[in-house]
């Protein structure tokens, strides 16, 4: 892949040696793009993106990687992820979008059923915490932000709160019998706003109602 070639490139190696360097720290979050996959990825996806428009011979590419790598992490589960598009290979896709340096990013909103005239021109910093930073205010603006999960089993608390350095945050609310829903939706939108604070970090958040889980409360 086009990225696979620059790790290669900056790194001295072989694009196999460094792609299995790449795979031992964990799985890549960028998407590959192409012509041929980027209308399902990229315009029909709800998701809000940001997609490189890259060369594999591009010092500013081989410089935005790591970051690109680290924040696509960071965005994971948060509702945006980021892109990478050889743009030396994909000729075509780079000519729509107006590609005249790398690398070159483009801002895409939430929602399906987006075209070529709704790309933004990044102009933001290219550091893993600006990257995130930009993106999830574009979420903000017109995606769909993460719900906050409800932990109802062991499987949900491994789907969120695995891995190493990570933080999870879990709020134990009132059962709803004794709040009442309006309490309960207060109870809830405030941990919303705090856990918002916390996007891309290595902070997860969830909640359960108290007493209903006594399994997983002992």
Known sequence: TGIDTIQGRAGGGSSESQSSSSSSSGASKVVQLTADNFQKEVLDNPLVSAVAFTAPWCGHCKRLLPDWEEAAKRLDGEGAFLGWVDATAEQQLAAMYQVQGYPTIKLFPGGAGKTYMDAKEYQGGRSAAEIVQA?????????????????TSQQVLKENCAGHNHI???????????SGAETRKAYQET???VSKTFRGSAFSFLWFEGTSQPELEQ
């Open 135 to 151: 993106v999830l205010a574009e979420v903000d603006r017109s995606g769909a932000p993460k719900p906050i999960p409800e932990l």
């Open 191 to 193: 941990f919303a706003k």
């Open 168 to 178: 999870c945050v879990i709020a134990a609310l009132p059962h709803i019998l004794d």
